[in-house]
């Protein structure tokens, strides 16, 4: 047994040098909460909650309570207690996003017990390497100026994606731009970070089409959930979105109203593997395609690749048209590699799995104390 003695939450928050970020607005900071569990046996497991870590810090004294004094096998049994207890708190909020960085560091803490890498507790290791697509093109105070640099920093991946939003006429220049610059052989994805009502979606597709785009993600409000089946049927481009959804009560609602095309869970947000697991079993069943959405550190990066390898290919057997791809960030972003002790670093548009026990990762203490939130 692996009791959990405690759990602590350190507050990050990394400036950078200028503000950029989506439609919806601009960040000036990169911000994160690594959550770490201590077992009475002395391992260490680590993860990250997504959200404002002054939130996340406020819900620690009541999930505190559930989770010290648990084997870090039986958290999970913890998790359903609570959210059946506090169903007046909802699902949709920061106490889920908390939930998701202790079932991370709690199977990091398992992987290390049991001195196996965490996609094998997960259902196995499908992979050494798996391909991503980079995440850039993003908003900022003067796109004009920075759109093309962003996008010329992205040449050599295999696959990325922009952001788009402002407006249809607007979303067909940038993506113009990216096909000239990023070339017809990269898969170009496009992101309206939830900005448009129905019928601005399918004024922007009918623009965007002609350009080949891999797929749409997220342009409708999260919870509009008949907006999405009603764009899915009738859209060329394939629809994706979910980074906003939380726990698999969201995805089977958005599944059975078949609304997309490609579901992107975050670990750090949607329930982490607890539930991320249950959300890509329900991908699996619908006949759905899988890609994790990262946005955060290097710790959900890792907790992504290792979700990723425990994935079969079904309905796929040798030939995947399509492989399951992983966001990278490629925005400015310290908290991404410099918090690694080794940085996981895309090289030909692939990262590798971590090796070692549990994440495979180990955290760069003096990075995370420079970062620490004031």
């Known amino acids: 047994m692996s009791i959990i003695t405690s759990i602590r939450f350190e507050a990050l928050s990394a400036p950078v040098a200028r503000p950029y970020g989506m439609a919806k ?79 991370i560091a709690a199977k990091d803490a398992l992987g290390k017990k049991t001195g196996l890498p965490l996609c094998r507790l997960l259902g196995g290791r ?11 093109g993003y908003i900022t105070e ?5 759109f093309a640099p962003q996008l010329e920093a992205m040449t050599g991946h295999r696959a990325a994606k922009i952001k788009i939003g402002l407006h249809p006429a607007s979303d067909e220049a940038r993506t113009r731009l990216a096909r000239k610059i990023l070339g017809d052989e990269v898969e170009l994805f496009v992101d309206i970070n939830a900005n448009y009502t129905l019928d ?32 899915r049927m009738a859209s060329p481009v394939p629809i994706a979105t979910g980074e906003a959804l939380y726990t698999a009560f969201d995805f089977k609602r958005l599944l059975d109203g078949h609304g997309v095309d490609v579901v992107q869970p975050d670990l750090t947000l949607c329930g982490g593997f607890w539930q991320g697991r249950r959300i890509a079993d329900l991908a ?7 890609s994790p959405h990262v946005w955060g550190s290097g710790i959900g990066l890792a907790a ?19 492989p399951t791809l992983i966001e990278y960030d490629v925005g400015d972003n310290p908290l991404r590699e410099h918090i690694l002790a080794t940085p996981i670093v895309a090289a030909a548009g692939m ?20 970062y620490a939130a004031n």
Request: aromatic share 8%.
């Open 304 to 322: 992504a690749a290792h979700y990723v390898a425990a994935r079969s290919p079904y309905p796929h057997a040798d030939n995947v048209p399509y």
């Open 284 to 290: 699996e069943l619908a006949h759905v395609r899988l």
């Open 25 to 103: 607005g601009l960040a000036a900071a990169r911000q994160s909460t690594i959550v770490v569990i201590e077992t009475r046996d002395g391992i260490q497991g680590i993860g990250e909650a997504w959200g404002a870590p002054a939130v996340n810090l406020a819900n620690l004294p009541l999930l505190r309570d559930y989770i010290e004094g648990r084997d870090i096998a039986d958290v999970e049994l913890a998790f359903q207690l609570i959210i059946a207890r506090h169903y007046h708190f909802g699902l949709q909020n920061q106490m889920i996003a908390c939930l998701s960085g202790i079932d």
């Open 142 to 146: 003067t796109p004009d100026k920075d």
């Open 351 to 370: 990262i590798e799995v971590p090796a070692g026990p549990g994440l495979g990762i180990e955290l760069d203490w003096k990075a995370v104390r420079h």
């Open 200 to 231: 601005t979606a399918r004024a922007s597709i009918a623009r965007l089409a002609k350009y080949h785009v891999g797929w749409i993600e997220e342009p409708l409000a999260p919870q509009d959930f008949e907006g999405y089946r009603q764009l």
């Open 126 to 136: 499908g992979a050494e390497r798996l391909p991503v697509y980079a995440s850039g």
